[in-house]
Antibody, heavy 115, light 107 residues
């Protein structure tokens, strides 16, 4: 069974930074691309970023390009999202997901951006 | 970038009836389209991928059709557990894009 557990969310001031982690199990992590998708409270789904299986290629939404960095540690079956320069509009539940096309989702972690 | 548009925004259906949800892409995405179901407080779950392939564990009452720019998710006989929000998503191009969702509610 695929299990994806995101962590690292919390309250941060505008302009601040946060690093999200996603612990994966139940599949061969190093063989799959991984993705972050976010959902603002009461809103729809927004694709954020994807990283290929080796980490050799990364893709970003325009809304986060230059501020967020996706990475992975295949030796620890863990996905990361470094978020810098956070804005109020970045507040959301951040889900990690298996795949680069269609996704298998994990439970998310809540990021709140407020002063 | 591709824009995904779902209709209707809300669909009121009685249990046992058929529900038909639509998704339109602003340009062709081939068959690279997925449908997700999301219930309150839960992560989304894939229902259909490759436009018409049911995901593992999804009941046969769910079916997907379409290609190019027009797609449909049909739930043949709604059960109580099917009332949820459904999103379509294209994965033919970067950036990936989701529709705004269709809420299927009890009539």
């Amino acid at each position: 069974e695929v299990r994806l557990l995101a962590s690292g969310g919390g309250l941060v001031q505008p302009g601040g930074s946060l690093r999200l982690s996603c612990a994966a199990s139940g599949f061969s992590f190093s063989s799959y691309a991984m993705t972050w998708v976010r959902q603002a409270p009461g809103k729809g789904l927004e694709w954020v970023s994807t990283i290929t299986d080796t980490g050799g290629s990364t893709f970003y939404a325009d809304s986060v390009k230059g501020r967020f960095t996706i990475s992975r540690d295949n030796s620890k079956n863990t996905l990361f999202l470094q978020m810098n320069g956070l804005r109020a509009e970045d507040a959301a539940v951040y889900h990690c997901a298996k795949g680069s096309g269609w996704y298998i989702w994990g439970q998310g972690t809540l990021v709140t951006v407020s002063s | 970038e591709i824009v995904m548009t779902q209709s209707p925004a809300t669909l009121s259906v009685s249990p046992g009836e058929r529900a038909t949800l639509s998704c339109r892409a602003s340009q062709s995405v081939g068959s690279n389209l997925a449908w997700y179901q999301q219930k309150p407080g839960q992560a989304p779950r894939v229902v259909i991928y490759a436009a018409s392939t049911r995901a593992t564990g999804i009941p046969a009452r769910f079916s997907g059709s379409g290609s190019g720019t027009e797609f449909t998710l049909t739930i043949s006989s709604l059960q109580s557990e099917d009332f949820a929000v459904y999103y379509c998503q294209q994965y033919n191009n970067w950036p990936r894009a989701f529709g705004q969702g269709t809420k299927v509610e009890i009539k």
